[in-house]
């Protein structure tokens, strides 16, 4: 199957400061990515869909302005979370659209 | 898109084959049925989808029922490693649709 990437695996971070992760789809050029938090013993919970050269499309309840969402090209979409507080402390998982979606390993954030 | 259905949790014998079960009964016709599975602290593994028809790969088959209203997932020969939160999801094609994962079946495969 297709590979996702998600970069950092894990990353710690103090209270106020802004993280980002980049998410890429190594062999196949992605239109829509996916961007989906876990919190522990949870399901996955869509955050927002990222579409190539637009703006991309938040799920209600997600503040576009704290997680800040870039898809500038086609195997590459970035999540940046912004003045992170502890509870953004979470699992981060993106996915990229082939004929099938396929998912990154994750990002554990932990914010201090 | 239309809910799913499944059980929270099941046992299974190492080596021997697992069936997962999924309602769908508010399926619509342009619907496929998805399956993935999330290994612990993981991102989710794709595994097999159809539409009506049963489907089978190199990891699982999938078998549909005829009125779309149910499905069910084997895994042939469960191993250790088949230990994982298994997701049935039904989602209309297409390139902007998006995938709802519900709670699964924490299929736990024993020695």
């Known amino acids: 199957g297709a590979v996702v990437s998600q970069h950092p695996s894990w990353v710690i971070c103090k209270s106020g400061t802004s993280v980002k992760i980049e998410c890429r789809s190594l062999?196949?050029?992605?239109?829509?990515m996916f961007w989906y938090r876990q919190f522990p013993k949870q399901s996955l919970m869509l955050m927002a869909t990222s579409n190539e050269g637009s703006k991309a499309t938040y799920e209600q309840g997600v503040e576009k302005d704290k997680f800040l969402i870039n898809h500038a090209s086609l195997t590459l979409s970035t999540l940046t979370v912004t003045s992170a507080h502890p509870e953004d402390s979470s699992f981060y998982i993106c996915?990229?659209?082939?004929?099938?979606?396929?998912f990154g390993p994750g990002t554990r954030l932990t914010v201090l | 898109d239309a809910k799913t259905t499944q059980p929270p949790s099941m046992d299974c014998a190492e080596g021997r084959a697992a069936n997962l079960p999924c309602n769908h009964s508010t399926i619509s016709g342009n619907e496929y049925v998805y399956w993935y599975r999330q290994i612990h602290s993981q991102g989710p593994q794709y595994i097999i989808h159809g539409l009506k028809n049963n489907e089978t790969n190199e990891m699982a088959s999938l078998i549909i029922t005829e009125d779309r209203k149910s499905s069910t997932l084997i895994l042939p020969h469960a191993t250790l490693r088949d230990t994982a939160v298994y997701y049935c999801?039904?989602?209309?094609?297409?390139?902007?649709?998006?995938?709802?994962f519900g709670t699964g079946t924490l299929l736990a495969v024993q020695p």
């Open positions: 062999d196949f050029q992605a239109t829509t």
């Open positions: 996915s990229a659209r082939d004929r099938v979606d396929f």
């Open positions: 999801i039904v989602r209309v094609g297409g390139a902007t649709n998006k995938l709802i």
